[in-house]
């Protein structure tokens, strides 16, 4: 339960992409009164490199995203939202978060953002739909992401307004 004014986070070990070949896990955080909300449904924000957002792991930092909506939530200046962090492919990251374009030549690894752009909006965002109470609509859907995250958030958001709206990168 998270009756207390505090989110909760779910996580699916091993998540399977066909088209990336890959698995992952995806952690979900559910906001506070999540669990009595009925038949409420939540706005949801994708978030890359899911292992920082609500623990350190990949690059030692942690973003605590939870706690920051947690309390922006209780202070009423957002609405409860779920948060999807979903992990990243550690050595393929990069790979992964690059869209194809006339630096692709220029590099040392093969350019799968389209690869990645589909496995978000053709597998996980689907599986999130169906297993929770969300708005799955574009205007309640964002995209965020840093560094090379913050990137890939750029050309996916850009290039499919009909899924994400909401658009925070950072750097």
Known sequence: MNEDGRSRIVTIPGFRSA???????????????????????YPVLYVHDGQNVFA?????????????????IAEGRIEPLLIVAVENAGADRSAEFAHAGPHAGRLDYECRGESYERFLIEEVKPTIDRLFLTKPGPDDTGLMGSSRGGLVTYHIGFRRPDVFRKLPMLS
Request: proline content about 8%; aromatic content about 8%.
């Open 19 to 41: 088209a990336l070949g890959n698995e992952r896990a995806i952690h979900v955080c559910l906001p506070p009164g999540y669990d009595a909300a009925g038949s409420r449904r």
């Open 56 to 72: 350190p792991a990949f690059n030692g930092q942690c973003w605590n995203l939870h706690r920051t909506c947690d309390r922006l």
